[in-house]
């Protein structure tokens, strides 16, 4: 039994020595040319309030990530937009502000959702007007403000 066993593992070793070497070395990457936003996209910083309005803002507790929905009132196609959000307790103070950019197309006269990543990494609050939690957590509202848009050029 032991020399089966030995002949098969020096079998196995001559055979991994005749198979192919799967690591290359010296391989030399693909250069692409990255084309920065700013080459991209037309920012758009003064338009009017009606025109884009952002509304449907939604976060649970145990949530990733937050959506609000976006109304495009323009006669043009956006492809995306950057907002101001700041979070707040229920008596105003303010927990956090930051600044959010958002690029999905939106067509001229529609609406769409947004997604993205949540502040609140800990899952410690919940939007005021989201479904309550069973258990304990801070309740906040937020105040957004669209502070550019952009369009392809």
Request: include cysteine; proline fraction near 5%; aromatic fraction near 12%.
């Amino acid at each position: 039994m032991k020399k089966a066993l030995f002949s098969v593992l020096i079998a196995l070793a001559a055979l991994s020595a005749f198979a192919d070497k799967t690591t290359r070395n010296k391989i030399k990457p693909i250069e692409t040319q990255k084309e920065s936003a700013d080459s991209i996209y037309t920012e758009i910083s003064e338009f009017p309030d009606s025109c884009i309005i952002l509304t449907g803002y939604d976060k649970p507790l145990n949530a990733d990530g937050e959506t609000i929905i976006i109304i495009n009132r323009l006669d043009y196609d956006i492809d995306g937009l950057s907002i101001s959000i700041d979070y707040q307790d229920t008596k105003g103070r303010q927990f956090t502000k930051r600044e959010v950019n958002i690029f999905t197309n939106i067509p001229a006269g529609e609406t769409r959702q947004a997604y993205f990543r949540t502040w609140d990494r800990q899952h410690s609050y919940y939007y005021i007007k989201s479904r309550p939690p069973r258990t304990q957590a801070t309740p906040y509202t937020v105040k957004c403000q669209i502070l550019k848009i952009y369009i392809k050029k």
